[in-house]
């Protein structure tokens, strides 16, 4: 189910690429929608890739789940605040060093799932990606071919 | 990150930075025949003999994935468009975990199974396919041609620079050298010259951004100077649109799962349950390196905004030029040496797979079996080195526009027969050939029509990113029509490895 789910999201998030890139072909640039629909197609269809890769047969992404869902709403609402807050000025106010949008796009963006990912991916090796069993398997089905 | 420097370097032949030049040169020859006298077989010249750890694999991983470009064509980027070039790296923090999830482990696995050495192996097994193999190795072979022209250009350059050989001197001493390690230890020599060249390009990069934010009183410092002058500068997008920049993310964030010179590398680890911390090893080598590549681009554009420097001749001239101004000259060598580094890693990552594409792939494709694969694996690595550098010698817009189209090959051609045919079973050999054709064959439409002028897309449209999806629905919609057909049956073993 996880991943029939997955397979359908991929589908529509990469028609969502093409009609952002059709239509800006098509009109000579981008309407505006076009970068909503290259935004939220391509977080999606990272979200779906991995899904489908740590997805295993027969089951979902367990206690993925969570950073899966962290690091899709990282990059929605981060491309999305940087899509609608307002434009820099000489004025504006510094986060950790930079503007407001440049912070959320480095350190958000950028940074954040750094600290999520990797350490979730490591955590769950074990249990959901490949344990001493699976090896075993895999190494007798080259013995008994 | 592949994309290359293409225009000359200020003069840097200076007698600590030639020192430090040669003190690294002389480190990778010995390495080179360190790697030598254990390359015995095929397996230790494509795969490192499957014999490598978690660190060198990580570190090699890395160094492979940055070219040059990263220290010098991406700080000149970041100096001309600001934080909008911070796109091509920013999917760093997401792909190499996506990489893992996706295909480290199934990669190494299909090498317990089966002898693996190739990424259209991979390709050929998971569909019964010889065409796939064929056709993604064609693919593979042509973007090889074309990054190593560009890198062998710049190794060129940067040789140029440092020793005052000229040109073509440059191009022909950065090829022998390459090829003096990569033909007689293979990847193995590869490997191992790229774990010293990745940890110098890290460390550099480290000491480099310390300098950065002295440069410019801090982070805070360098922004308001900016901000001052020119605000949209540190917009999101920098002087992009944002369907530019969003598709730099396209791009290279799932192109990524498509680059062969690192997703082959997967073959080579031990024990494949040392995968478990990849992710965390490869992304922050990968993050501490480019740090160079944002810092040094702001720094350099507030020195310029606060009247500190004058405006660059060319943006990239960033980096030589705050070397040599702002730290001291030891460090400026260990600096080149890295770019020198990051090309020479990338260029041999690329000599072995165009080598097993040329020997290996086609060769099964056509149904032929070469007899001594490690001999031919030798012949056809000079080969391919001779006919790079050549090209680089031509130089031009002809070796700038063989090398923009690589990444784009890359990803468009093997992204969805790879990433997704090892992840979903539903994927047929007929989606995976019409993929591979359509990746091949839109990417070199759109790039030649717009090199001849016929037909250019608009501002913010990426070719590659066009391709990529071009494929993947391809992909998706003709594996969905034939998925009742004999091209849609896997293996018993490679299927096991699907669904682990």
Known sequence: MTRSIALGALVLSSLAVAAAYVAAIVSGSAPPWAVWALMIGTSTIMLAIMVLGAGRSGSGVGKLAVPFGAMFAVLLVGFGAVLVMPDESATSALWFGLPPRAAVVLYGIGVLPLFVLPIAYALTFDSLTLSEEDLERVRAARRKP | ?500
């Not at chain 2, 994309?3 to 080179?32: C, E, K, N, R």
């Not at chain 2, 060598?333 to 890693?345: C, D, E, P, R, T």
């Not at chain 2, 990529?468 to 919609?477: C, I, K, M, P, Q």
């Open chain 2, 1 to 500: 990150m592949a994309l290359a420097q293409t225009s000359a370097l200020p003069p840097l032949a200076q007698p600590i930075i030639s020192a430090v030049a040669i003190a690294y040169f002389a480190i990778v020859a010995a390495i080179g025949v360190w790697a030598t006298r254990r390359t015995r077989t095929a397996s230790d010249f494509f795969i490192a003999g499957q014999g490598i750890g978690l660190w060198t694999l990580a570190i090699a991983s890395m160094a492979a994935t940055l070219s040059g470009f990263a220290f010098i064509g991406g700080p000149g980027l970041v100096y001309s468009v600001g934080i909008g070039a911070v796109f091509i790296i920013l999917p760093v923090s997401l792909t190499n975990s996506m990489g893992a999830w996706v295909l480290a482990k199934r990669m190494r696995l299909l090498a317990e199974v089966r002898d693996m050495i190739t990424v259209p192996d991979a390709i050929g097994a998971r569909y019964r396919s010889p065409l796939a193999q064929g056709l993604s190795a064609v693919a593979i072979l042509i973007a090889v041609i074309g990054y190593m022209a560009t890198n062998v250009l710049a190794l060129g350059l940067v040789i140029d620079a440092i020793f005052g050989v000229g040109l073509v001197w440059g191009i022909w001493i950065g090829t022998v050298i390459t090829l003096a390690y990569s033909v007689a230890g293979g990847i193995l020599a590869g490997v191992y010259t790229d774990v010293f060249q990745g940890s110098l390009m890290a460390l550099a990069s480290v000491l480099v951004f310390v300098y950065v934010l002295e440069s410019g009183d801090g982070l805070s410092g360098i922004s308001r100077t900016i901000l001052g002058a020119d605000p949209g500068f540190l917009g999101p997008w920098g002087k992009l649109t944002p369907l530019a920049a969003l598709s730099f993310f396209f791009v290279f964030g799932l192109g990524s799962l498509g680059q062969p010179h690192v997703v082959h590398k997967f073959y080579m680890l031990r024990d494949p349950r040392r995968l478990k911390w990849y992710p965390l090893v490869m992304t922050t080598a990968l993050f501490v390196t480019l740090l160079l590549y944002v810092g040094v681009g702001l720094a350099v554009k507030a020195l310029v905004a606060g009247g500190a420097m004058p405006a660059l001749e060319r943006p990239d001239d960033a980096t030589p030029v705050f070397l040599l101004r702002f730290t001291p000259l030891l460090l400026a060598g260990l600096v080149f040496s890295g770019v020198a580094a990051a090309i020479m890693s990338t260029v041999n990552s690329f000599m072995s797979i165009g080598a097993a594409a040329l020997m290996h792939d086609i060769p099964v494709a056509l149904g032929r079996r070469v007899g001594n694969e490690l001999f031919w694996g030798r012949i056809s690595t000079v080969a391919i080195s001779v006919v790079a550098a050549l090209v680089a010698q031509a130089s031009g817009t002809l070796v700038a526009f063989l090398g923009i189209f690589g990444w784009g090959l890359f990803a468009s051609t093997l992204v969805p027969a790879l990433a997704i045919g090892l992840n979903w079973q539903g994927a047929t050999r007929a989606g995976a050939v019409s993929s591979i054709a359509t990746g091949l064959v839109v990417t070199l439409v759109f790039e030649t029509l717009g090199y001849l002028k016929v037909y250019t897309v608009p501002a913010g449209v990426s070719i590659a990113g066009v391709s990529l999806v071009a494929s993947l629905l391809v992909f998706l919609g003709v594996s969905w029509l034939t998925r009742d057909g004999d091209g849609s049956v896997i293996d018993p073993d490679i299927k096991l490895v699907m669904e682990i």
